[in-house]
C-alpha cells in the first residue's frame, strides 16, 4: 500500500470520544501470543521484493493454516506470476445453510517496502515490543493485516464456527511494486478466489487524535494512477548560439505554469458525497459550511475555493495531475536537445483516461511536444455503499469503539482492490487499525503499530467475519 492516506484527515472535535484503550475484546491470553508469534514469524521473513521471499512467507502461514487442521486441498500456495512471487489461497468452507451465499474474500499483502538497518534505530526486520509498539518493516503496511487473518481463521476453527457461506484468505506476494499477483490471480485462478465481496485489511483504517478515536474509515474508492510524460525536442547546438524561441527548456516552463495553474472540474462521486456528508455533521464552523457548500448542486464556489486550497480535500474534489520530475540537456555548453516532464496524475473513478491526456496536451498549446503514457491507467470502479455491507461495519464499530463514527472514504494512493473492483468483485478497505494521523510511519523509518490496536483490530475482524459469514446475517 502506498503511504495511508486515511490517516491526513483534519482535526475533529473529540472531547467526548474514547481514549484508544477504551475497546474491549474477547482475546484470550493465548489467542494474543498466537497472533503475536504469526506476527512475529512474518516480520522476520524479509519479505522486499529484490529478495523474492514471498513464496517462504505463503508456506510459512499454509503450514500455520495446516497445523490448525485445515485441508490440505483448501490451503493453497501458488507460485506465480513468476518464481519470486508467491501467493497463498485458503478456503474456510460454510454450510451452505439457507442458500449458503457466494464466499467472501479477505485480504492482505506479503511483501514490504526496503528498509536500511543503517536508517532505522533498530533492526527493521526483528520483531520488537517496546513502549507499547511493534516495531519493524510491515508492522502497518500489511503484515499485521496478514497476521490477523490467519490468527483469526485458526480462532474461528478452534471455535467450531461453522459459516454459512465460504471465507477465501488470500496473502498476495507483490503489492508495493506491479500488483502482479493480485492480477495473475484473477487471470490465471478466478475459480479459487471469485467471491460475492471482498474486505481488505490494506486500505481503510482508524484515526487517532493524541490517543483518541476519531474516525472509523471504510475504504470504497480509489482514484486511478496514470503517469504521462511530456517531451519537447530541437535539434540543438552550440551554447554561445542561443535560440531561445526553439529552446525545449523554454518551451517547457509555460507549459508548467499553466499546468500549476489549473484545476479539473469538481466531480463526486457516491462516496466522496458521503465523506463530506458525514464530515460536515462531525465538525463546526466554516469548515462545516464548506463541506455543505460542496453538496449543494451546482457546488458553492466559495466552498469549493476553500477546500480546494486544502491538498486533502481537494484530491477529493477532482482529477489532480502535478509535474514530479524533469529532464533537460546534455551538456553544459550545448543548446538542449529535448526537455521532458513527468506528470502523475491521480484521476477520478469514471473518470477517461484519454480526456485526461487531451486535457495536457491542451495545456501544453504546441504541436511540437509530444505527450505519452508512462504507464497503462487501470479504471477501478466504486465499490456501493450497500446497507448490506455498510450496516455490519456499522454496527461492529458502535459495538467495539462507542461513539466513533464511520466514514467512507476515496482514496488518493492505490491498492490491490482496483484488480478485483476490475473483475466485477466489490471491495472494501476495513483496517481496523488505529493509527495518530500525525504519526504515519509506513515506508518510513522505525515503522510500529501499537500493541493496542493490533489486537483490537484482530478482534474486529474475527467478528467482522463472523458476521458477514453466519447463518444469522441477512442480506
Not at 57 to 75: K, S
Not at 121 to 145: H, I, M
Not at 396 to 412: C, H, I, R, S, T
Not at 422 to 439: H, K, L, M, R, W
Request: glycine share 8%.
Amino acid at each position: 500500500m502506498k503511504p495511508t492516506t486515511v490517516l491526513c484527515w483534519i482535526a475533529l472535535t473529540t472531547s467526548a470520544l474514547p481514549r484508544a484503550g477504551a475497546a474491549q475484546s474477547g482475546l484470550g491470553s493465548g489467542e494474543r501470543q498466537l497472533a503475536r508469534d504469526i506476527f512475529r514469524e512474518l516480520i522476520e521473513i524479509n519479505t522486499t521484493d529484490s529478495l523474492g521471499n514471498t513464496p517462504r512467507a505463503a508456506r510459512a502461514m499454509a503450514q500455520r493454516l495446516l497445523a490448525a487442521g485445515f485441508p490440505a486441498a483448501d490451503v493453497r500456495v501458488l507460485i506465480g506470476p513468476d518464481a519470486t512471487h508467491g501467493n497463498l489461497v485458503a478456503r474456510y468452507r460454510g454450510t451452505g445453510a439457507g442458500g449458503g451465499g457466494r464466499p467472501i474474500i479477505v485480504f492482505a499483502h506479503l511483501d514490504v517496502v526496503p528498509a536500511r538497518r543503517a536508517d532505522w534505530s533498530v533492526d527493521p526486520f526483528t520483531f520488537l515490543e517496546k513502549d507499547g509498539y511493534f516495531y519493524g518493516r510491515g508492522t502497518t503496511d500489511n503484515k499485521a493485516g496478514a497476521a490477523m487473518l490467519v490468527a483469526d481463521f485458526i480462532r474461528l476453527k478452534r471455535a467450531g464456527f461453522k459459516p454459512r457461506r465460504d471465507l477465501v484468505l488470500i496473502l498476495e506476494g507483490d503489492e508495493e511494486t506491479a500488483g502482479s499477483c493480485i492480477a495473475w490471480l484473477v487471470a490465471k485462478h478466478r475459480d479459487l478466489i471469485d467471491a460475492e465481496f471482498a474486505l481488505n485489511t490494506d486500505a481503510g483504517g482508524g484515526v487517532l487524535r493524541d490517543g483518541r478515536r476519531v474516525m472509523f474509515v471504510v475504504q470504497a474508492s480509489e482514484k486511478v494512477y496514470a503517469t504521462y510524460v511530456l517531451e519537447a525536442t530541437d535539434k540543438g547546438g552550440h551554447s554561445s548560439l542561443p535560440r531561445p524561441a526553439d529552446n525545449p527548456v523554454y518551451r517547457l516552463a509555460p507549459v508548467l505554469e499553466r499546468l500549476a495553474q489549473y484545476q479539473f472540474p469538481v466531480k463526486l462521486n457516491e462516496v466522496s458525497r458521503a465523506f463530506f456528508e458525514r464530515s460536515a455533521a462531525l465538525e463546526s464552523g466554516s469548515l462545516a459550511d464548506d463541506m455543505r457548500g460542496i453538496l449543494q448542486d451546482p457546488p458553492d464556489s466559495t466552498a469549493v475555493a476553500h477546500l480546494s486550497a486544502v491538498p486533502f480535500y481537494n484530491s477529493k474534489l477532482r482529477t489532480t495531475c502535478v509535474a514530479t520530475m524533469m529532464q533537460a540537456g546534455h551538456a553544459e555548453n550545448a543548446l538542449p536537445q529535448s526537455a521532458r516532464v513527468t506528470i502523475n496524475c491521480r484521476i477520478l473513478p469514471g473518470e477517461p483516461a484519454s480526456e485526461v491526456a487531451a486535457t495536457l496536451r491542451r495545456l501544453a498549446a504546441d504541436d511540437r511536444m509530444t505527450l505519452r503514457e508512462s504507464n497503462t491507467p487501470i479504471p477501478s470502479p466504486p465499490s456501493p455503499l450497500t446497507p448490506a455491507i455498510m450496516g455490519p461495519i456499522e454496527q461492529l464499530a458502535a459495538d467495539q469503539f462507542p461513539n466513533v463514527p464511520v466514514v467512507p472514504v476515496m482514496e488518493a494512493g492505490a491498492t490491490d482492490g482496483l484488480f478485483l473492483r476490475n473483475a466485477g468483485i466489490p471491495t472494501y478497505g476495513v483496517s481496523a487499525v488505529f493509527e495518530e494521523q500525525n504519526d504515519v510511519r509506513a515506508h518510513g523509518r522505525d515503522e510500529r503499530l501499537s500493541v493496542q490496536s493490533f489486537y483490537d483490530a484482530l478482534e474486529f475482524w474475527y467478528r467482522m467475519m463472523r458476521a458477514f459469514a453466519s447463518e444469522q446475517l441477512t442480506r
